[in-house]
């Protein structure tokens, strides 16, 4: 086991949009606006669902409803096409958007008893890193660890190829509740127990506490301010 993890080390995942971050301003159509044009020539009409979806289902739907049948044969270049309109909208995130009521501080908690961070998130890896270094927000996690849109269209595949990774390049299994992820839909939630991770539900998006609760998360936070008290009792840390 490395050196620089705690001797009981934990895997804390967190969910991107509305969980750490909420970029609005229409953001979040323009990437598809943009990818959809570059790859097809044609304006994007119909836009998906996109909230607590992975890239990946997202992209199926709306390349449908757009009447293309055979979306997988794009993926590869909406994906490129996707990472590129990031890149170019990093000024309008940073404008626009906004780091979540005690995100920065849950990161730091987490920081200082040396976990593991990373990202299980529907966005692509490069997106994702765009977003939070807009906000200078990435500093803490490791995204080589992370689980991303591309890796499939279910949340608990995202978890498992995150914690996969990790236990590869760390050294430990995460088994169980050592590994928590955090996130404000129930999609969040659920991908984390079919995986039998801690689920940390917040309030922070369009889903309520209630209906993360219905969900059957193990927490749930009304902001992410109270992350290190509520999970770190959880977790053992005191």
């Known amino acids: 086991m490395p050196a620089d993890l705690a001797p009981e080390p934990t895997l804390i995942l967190w969910d991107v ?38 890239e990946q289902a997202i992209m199926v739907e709306t390349l449908r409803l757009n009447g293309i049948d055979e979306p997988e044969a794009l993926f590869d270049d909406f994906y490129a096409a996707l990472t590129a309109a990031a890149e170019e909208l990093e000024g309008r995130m940073r404008e626009v958007g906004v780091v979540l009521p005690g995100a920065r501080e849950a990161i730091a908690s987490c920081a200082a008893r040396r976990a593991v961070q990373s990202a299980v998130t529907g966005n692509l890896r490069p997106v994702a890193m765009t ?22 269209s279910d949340r608990a595949d995202l978890v498992r190829r995150a914690r996969k990774r990790a236990s590869e390049k760390y050294g430990h299994g995460f088994d169980g509740k050592r590994t928590v992820v955090i996130g404000d839909t129930p999609h969040d939630v659920r991908g984390a127990l079919a995986v039998d991770a801690l689920a940390v539900g917040v309030a922070s998006g369009r889903s309520s506490a209630t209906e993360l609760q219905g969900a059957g998360a193990d927490i749930v936070l009304a902001t992410l301010s109270d992350f290190a008290d509520r999970c770190g009792a959880a977790l053992g840390w005191g």
């Open 131 to 152: 977003k939070l270094a807009a906000l200078g927000l990435g500093d803490g996690l490791d995204f080589e660890v992370g689980g991303y849109g591309d890796d499939g």
């Open 17 to 54: 949009d509305q969980t750490l971050v909420s970029i609005t301003g229409g953001v979040s159509r323009n990437l598809y606006e943009r990818a959809f044009e570059k790859v097809t020539g044609k304006r994007l009409g119909g836009l998906a669902a996109m909230a607590g979806r992975t």
